[in-house]
């Protein structure tokens, strides 16, 4: 039995909302090669009924037409006495598209035998069939100018299962499979589950990409379309378990493993590649964006990312979701400021300022890759110029780790397990696999506090570090500009943008830092440091990083945060130590 039929009609009936259709729909047009000159966005709501979508293709007798589609989906998707005959319901629909002229200057459109249709993911209920059809008839009969289709959840299905799932998408029994298990299982755990990630790469890896002359082939085109449809059912399917989370944690990697297959084959400046990827790239910020519409409004208020029938877990679940909700929130009001340019940037400013001032564990860091969302929260303040806000936040950093390490001897997990972290929390043990001796952590907060120049904490930090006997260190990778142990790259396939957007980097190596100087006169290998000291000390190694991100100079520099992100790999001195350097010019 043929089930792939099965699992798009049950998909496309699932689709409840009115927008859901719109938007799925002009999908398949563009998989069956229409080239479409409005969508429901557009119109919708506007004077020109019957025009959700209007596109030009070839028909099923291969004549070139253009067409005019009305989209009647959520309570409206069945066509019954109540939408047949109500304001904006079918009769009104269909007239208007009859006569009212869509506007174009694209060349010949007029020319072109023109078809409407209606298209609804119902059926045709039996008490209306007949007014339906005697209303076809006379409003466009046979051999009239304008011909007449209806694509009902039968039609729709076929097209589907032919045009998009079946080209692609359900090609074999093992994508089948891989689809259904994923639906199923959405909504089972918190992480990104490893079934959609070999869905999405037998999509984007099972085929060689051969390049191409003048026009991209259509099977990349249907692959391309697949992953955006993939993207709307996970978004469709979060919406049913009103819980967004799960489509930004599973799109994100959509995002960034079809990032990945553009580095790896040198397609990021193709125009027409990019094309595709913009669709869903901007598919993801808009759920961005409706993800901190509907949560901002609780995150604001006191402890409001804190959740109440969390348990015993939220001594640390509370932490480690508030880092990693403000990560997300400092990339989209990047986002938000980069793509908008009349974007409030004291608007921006004050959110932020607002989620880490009602959730103080927002200075609470318990694994080392925290340092990503503290580097981003500086960064974002930095950039918007509000200098003071940057530094109080880092105080408030130091001071949790100091006061932690005082009570418990502790310092965030260098291994970044938060099991480990757990198991301590429970038994006040230090699991043998936690690792706080060297804290990569720490080493980026005093290279801040020079940046910041906040001397009086540098020094107090320098003192906590040398009594404790902390060592500090980097990870830089071997891939860089000025590298001096490019014979020690493992991956030699893959150079560094390829790397981040693929796996955790760890082609590289430890850069050790001091928070003391060598004294010659004294013979004292661990003489004192003062501020500036330490200061010139940093600016001397301005040559240990360095490297020309391929991603950046195609215009997504944006990019490599998520792939950190997901990756769990620290980032490279770059994203702060530039400043360091510029204000030494």
């Known amino acids: 039995m043929d089930i792939k039929p099965i699992i798009v009609r049950e998909y496309l009936e699932s689709l409840t909302e009115s927008d859901e259709l719109d938007s799925l729909f002009p999908i398949l047009l563009e998989s069956k ?102 209303f076809i008839k006379q ?21 589907f299962s032919e045009d998009l799932f079946g080209v692609n998408l359900l090609t074999n029994k093992k994508n089948t499979k891989l689809f259904n298990k994923v639906l199923i299982n959405l909504n089972v755990n918190d992480d990104i589950q490893n079934d959609f990630e070999l869905l999405v790469n037998a999509l984007l890896f099972d085929e060689v990409w051969k390049g191409y002359k003048t026009v991209i082939p259509r099977k ?4 391309f379309q697949s992953l955006k449809l993939i993207s709307f059912i996970i978004y469709t399917e979060s919406k049913e378990y009103n819980n967004l989370e799960i489509a930004k944690k599973y799109i994100s990697f959509v995002v960034i493993r079809f990032w990945f297959w553009i580095l790896k084959n040198k397609l990021e400046n193709d125009k027409k590649i990019l094309f595709y990827y913009n669709q869903i790239f901007l598919f993801y910020y808009d759920l961005l964006d409706e993800y901190f519409f509907r949560t901002l409004p609780i995150a604001k208020l006191k402890d409001g990312l ?63 890759i925290h340092s990503q ?36 001897k502790i310092l965030p997990d260098a291994n970044n397990s938060i099991a480990s972290v757990i198991k301590f929390t429970e038994s006040r043990v230090k699991p043998i696999y936690y690792s706080d001796s ?24 320098k003192k906590f570090i040398n009594d404790n006997q902390i060592d500090l260190g980097l990870f830089v990778p071997h891939l860089n500009k000025h590298s001096k142990s490019l014979h020690l790259i493992e991956e030699k396939e893959l150079d560094l943008d390829e790397q981040l957007f693929s796996k955790s980097v760890n082609d590289g190596y430890q850069s050790d830092l001091k928070i003391s100087k060598v004294d010659y006169e004294n013979f004292e290998l661990n003489a004192d440091i003062n501020f500036q000291e330490f200061k010139e000390k940093l600016l001397k190694r301005k040559d240990e990083f360095e490297y020309e991100y391929r991603t950046d100079k195609a215009g997504y520099s944006f990019l490599r945060d998520l792939a950190h992100f997901h990756y769990k790999t620290p980032y490279f001195p770059d994203m702060w130590r530039v400043m360091l350097f510029e204000e030494s010019e």
């Open 220 to 223: 990349w085109k249907l692959i």
């Open 306 to 368: 804190f959740c109440e029938t969390g348990g015993r877990y939220e001594q640390i679940g509370y932490t480690v979701r508030t880092f990693d909700y403000i990560f997300y929130l400092t990339h989209y009001l990047k986002l938000s400021i980069l793509f908008n340019p009349n974007f409030d940037k004291n608007i921006a400013r004050n959110i932020l300022a607002e989620i880490l001032r009602v959730n103080n564990v927002s200075v609470r860091p318990l694994i080392d």
């Open 139 to 159: 409003e466009f009969p046979e051999g009239g100018n304008i011909e007449f289709e209806r694509w009902g959840i039968s039609e729709l299905t076929k097209l």
């Open 33 to 134: 090669g229409f080239t479409i000159l409005s969508k429901p966005k557009e119109y919708k709501g506007f004077p020109q009924y019957g025009k959700d979508v209007v596109a030009v293709g070839k028909d099923e007798d291969g004549i070139l037409k253009r067409f005019y589609f009305e989209i009647k989906g959520g309570e409206d998707r069945d066509v019954t006495t109540t939408t047949f005959h109500k304001k904006d319901g079918i009769v009104e629909s269909l007239r208007e598209a009859k006569h009212r002229e869509f506007i174009t200057s694209r060349k010949n459109f007029y020319n072109l035998p023109l078809k409407l249709v209606l298209v609804h993911n119902g059926e045709m209920k039996a008490n209306i069939s007949e007014t339906f059809d005697g």
């Open 438 to 461: 060297t804290s990569p952590l720490l080493n980026v907060i005093m290279e801040y506090l020079v940046i910041l120049g906040i001397e009086d904490r540098f020094s107090i930090m």
């Open 373 to 408: 969302t503290i580097i981003s929260v500086l960064n974002f303040f930095i950039a918007l110029n509000d200098i003071e806000s940057a530094k109080k936040y880092l105080i408030e950093v130091c001071g949790y780790i100091t006061l932690r390490h005082r009570d418990y």
